[in-house]
């Protein structure tokens, strides 16, 4: 069965710091992924995504994610974070070859940026 | 580009009464999700279409939820009898593509429903 794993509850930073949001993955076949975003008494908004090829994958509001198979981590980056980062931020996996049609999520990381 | 709508916004009840929320997707968006997110955890998916089909329901508690999308358009997912801890907030989101397709499979999310059963 898939499964994806955020292990940081919280991820606290400086502004103007790089930042790293932790996510780690399990899937028997190859994973689509996705990262999205929550702000306050708002829906998900979609970040990005990798489903093949580079493993680097850049997004929007300058984020970016690595894909790593050997470690099965995407791990979401931004080399300088700015307050307004501040939020929510889900990774999520598909197995597209046995999980049927079903996204599953990660638990969150809340960002903290702090000025 | 209208995103996804959801109402109502905010809904508070007693445990066994039964409520109602309603969404209408992104024009032209054939597959349209149910999730339920409680508090702490992320997005749990309910069921999902495609058009007026089910695709997946393996987690919707049958015994007291029910959703339908007819026409294949908008959708309404019910709960009854709710219990306490169905409290939640309920997150319909939309995708362009049936999942299985090689192109985006990006979800787009209404600001949800946020439910209380006392």
């Known amino acids: 069965a898939q499964s994806v794993a955020q292990p940081e509850d919280q991820v606290n930073v400086a502004e103007g710091n790089p930042l790293t949001v932790k996510c780690t993955y399990s899937v028997s076949g190859n994973p689509y992924l996705f990262w999205y975003v929550q702000y306050p008494n708002r829906g998900l908004q979609f970040l990005l995504k990798?489903?093949?090829?580079?493993?680097l994958v850049k997004g929007s509001y300058g984020f970016e994610a690595e894909f790593n198979k050997s470690q099965t981590s995407f791990h979401l980056k931004k080399p300088s974070a700015l307050v307004s980062d501040s939020a929510l931020y889900f990774c999520a996996v598909r197995d597209i070859n046995t999980g049927g049609f079903k996204t599953i999520f990660g638990a969150g990381t809340r960002l903290f940026v702090k000025a | 580009e209208a995103g996804v709508a959801q109402s109502p916004r905010y809904k508070i009840i007693e445990k066994r009464q039964s409520v109602a929320f309603w969404c209408n997707p992104i024009s032209g968006h054939a597959t349209l999700y149910w999730y339920q997110q409680i508090l702490g955890q992320g997005p749990k998916l309910l069921i999902q279409f495609q058009n007026n089909g089910v695709v997946d329901d393996s987690q919707l508690p049958k015994d007291r939820f029910s959703a339908e999308r007819l026409k294949g358009v908008d959708s309404t997912l019910k709960i009854q009898p709710a219990k306490l801890e169905d409290s939640a907030v309920y997150l319909c989101a939309s995708s362009l593509e049936f999942p299985s397709g090689i192109a985006k499979n990006i979800q787009y999310f209404g600001a949800g429903t946020r439910l209380s059963v006392l």
């Open positions: 990798y489903i093949t090829g580079d493993n």
